[in-house]
């Protein structure tokens, strides 16, 4: 650490108790930024990486759903294959063309800006399944709507996300999948008119990503970087000149090592604070006071709840909106989940599995890492598409059994293989029923076995 007393916070008269508290709501402002630039990084930028998708505004395609293998996002589901598009809409507007597929099967494009924000959905709920052409055009351009173009779609931010999700019915469906896919197409505006295509802008120097598995204030500079593709938004004006103190914000460079020792410590414990934050959510979470629905939307929607933004990207970067899917994010009795200890149980009396116009899923993963889990069935998630597989209650009931042993045969039907000590499981509901939406079904708490070994 520097040990020098002189230094911008300092000599604003910054005391280190406002330096604790501002790092404290910065750190919670910035984290999803950082989350997500640590992906487009790993997906768009570094061709060395294992995670690399391919180059800005080309549709990349996995060819089948997550494995244990891919580490490219925490928690990543295994019901639908993904799509991958990053979007550099510096120079022009981007055109994003949606393939018309079966009524019967969900597709979606899910519209992610450097914020994290879900500003829009293109596919089964927010366009239908016919298909059709959008032009997806950064802040500032105004152009016309071209000629058979469904609809433009702004984004607050110059380089932003498609995610796409593809519905899996069974391994035997994923050629029609894969046709799907190859559907998914984007290119520049000017390509799409057969105009001269407008000059690019430099480059950008792509800084490395801050390792944001270790809280530390590696992610304000990063975060400074990502500013300059961010205008900054009205609503955050006040937020940002208390950020500025700290030399956080747009047109800012933070240098931890020129502040003082005093000040730097207290940006560290700022930073500590915030795990009291999540906390204080994961019990209003875990007590069903909070759900994902609350975490995850448009910038309108979340009215600049920062704190729940950040969650989300704790819990599940590019959580979608609660309109496309609901998580539930399970423990027992609010206790950890842990198979080295227990064998658990869900359990779905007649007529309780969620109403939902696509489909539900719960997908097991580590508990330390959030990935998926290795396991001699190659399964990874139990889901309503394929219900007739399972063995039910003489009342017509469903347990589905979580544990790390196979529980025999007359169970294993139902069974989700956990591994040997702490995991995490995430319920989902795509395109949920009204029941769903309104908070009148209730997922079942996950149980302890009760004659568990």
């Known amino acids: 650490m520097n040990g020098c007393s002189t230094n911008q916070a300092s000599d604003s008269g910054l005391s280190p108790s406002d330096a604790r508290a501002i790092a404290r709501e910065a750190y919670i402002y910035c984290f999803p930024m950082a989350a997500n630039y640590q992906t487009m990084y790993k997906q768009a930028i570094d061709k060395s990486s294992p995670d690399y998708r391919g180059v800005f505004n080309t549709v990349n395609n996995s060819k089948s759903v997550a494995t244990p293998e891919d580490k490219f996002v925490v928690t990543p589901n295994s019901d639908t ?24 099967r969900y597709y979606t494009a899910q519209l992610i800006d450097l914020y994290t924000y879900n500003f829009a959905y293109l596919g089964t709920r927010a366009s239908g399944n016919e298909g059709g052409i959008f032009v997806i055009a950064a802040p500032g351009w105004n152009g016309p709507t071209p000629a058979g173009v469904k609809a433009v779609i702004h984004t607050e931010t110059q380089f932003a996300y498609a995610l796409f999700r593809t519905q899996l019915f069974n391994m035997a469906d994923l050629a029609k999948v894969n046709k799907i896919q190859s559907g998914y197409h984007a290119e520049p505006l000017s390509s799409f008119l057969h105009q001269p295509a407008p000059a690019a802008p430099a480059s950008p120097d792509w800084p490395l990503p801050a390792d944001i598995a270790a809280p530390s204030p590696a992610i304000f500079p990063v975060v400074n970087f990502l500013f300059q593709f961010c205008p900054p938004n009205p609503s955050e004006k006040e937020l940002l000149a208390r950020f500025a103190k700290l030399n956080i914000g747009p047109g800012q460079t933070f240098d931890f090592t020129k502040f003082s020792p005093e000040i730097q410590q207290a940006i560290n414990d700022g930073i500590k604070d915030s795990a009291d934050d999540l906390g204080a959510v994961m019990k209003k979470v875990n007590a069903d006071e909070v759900s994902s629905g609350d975490m995850f939307g448009t910038r309108d929607f979340l009215k600049d709840n920062y704190l729940y933004r950040y969650v989300g990207a704790k819990l599940g970067l590019y959580g979608n909106s609660k309109q496309d899917a609901l998580y539930y994010f399970v423990d027992a009795n609010h206790q950890p989940l842990d198979a080295s200890k227990s064998s658990y149980e869900l359990h779905f009396a007649k007529g309780e599995v969620p109403p939902t116009k696509a489909f539900w899923s719960l997908t097991m993963y580590n508990g330390k890492t959030q990935l998926l889990v290795e396991n001699p069935l190659k399964r990874y998630l139990l889901n309503s598409t394929t219900l007739k597989s399972y ?14 042993k196979n529980p025999g045969a007359a169970k294993q039907s139902n069974w989700l293989p956990a591994p040997d000590g702490a995991f ?13 939406l309104n908070g009148s079904w209730k997922k079942p708490p996950i149980q302890p076995e009760q004659n568990n070994p």
């Open 81 to 104: 294959p993904y799509s991958y598009l990053w979007m550099h809409l510096r120079a022009e507007p981007l055109v994003v063309t949606m393939p018309k597929i079966e009524p019967s």
């Open 391 to 404: 063995k039910y209650g003489p009342d017509g009931s469903l347990t589905l059994y979580i544990s790390n």
């Open 424 to 436: 995490y499981c995430v319920f989902r509901v795509y395109l949920p029923g009204d029941a769903v």
